[in-house]
């Protein structure tokens, strides 16, 4: 769903389909910010994704659906997340993070503060 399917203001005139199409953009945004920060080679922080993603899920069942076009949306939000997940998987192949053999808890306890629990 995108603005211009709303008209000028929203054609429903109610905030709840303005605030969804603003947050499927910010979730397709992020994806595709991702995606571009990994084809470069760097780093991604997707900390803020799973929040955003969560609260268009709300919004969405919070919603009605306007003749079957949020299922589309959803549907290509979907494929870009998989999209996503290849990208970090070959991100990790090509960093060679598999032949290291640290396990999560060893990276985290990498980034630990010298004598301090964080």
């Known amino acids: 769903m995108s603005a211009d399917d709303q008209g000028p203001g929203g054609k429903h005139g109610g905030k709840p389909v303005d605030d969804l199409a603003l947050q499927v953009a910010k979730v397709e945004s992020l994806i595709a910010s991702a995606r ?10 997707l900390s803020s994704l799973q929040g955003h993603v969560g609260e268009l899920c709300t919004q969405i069942a919070a919603t009605p659906d ?3 076009r949020m299922g589309q949306t959803l549907l ?8 996503l997940a290849k990208d970090l998987v070959e991100q990790n192949r ?3 993070t598999a032949a290291i053999g640290a396990s999560p808890m060893e990276a985290t306890a990498a980034y630990k503060k010298p004598g301090g629990d964080s």
Request: hydrophobic share 45%.
């Open 36 to 45: 571009r920060l990994l084809a470069e080679g760097k780093m991604v922080d």
């Open 66 to 68: 306007d003749n079957g």
């Open 76 to 83: 290509e939000i979907i494929a870009a997340l998989d999209s």
């Open 94 to 96: 090509k960093l060679g």
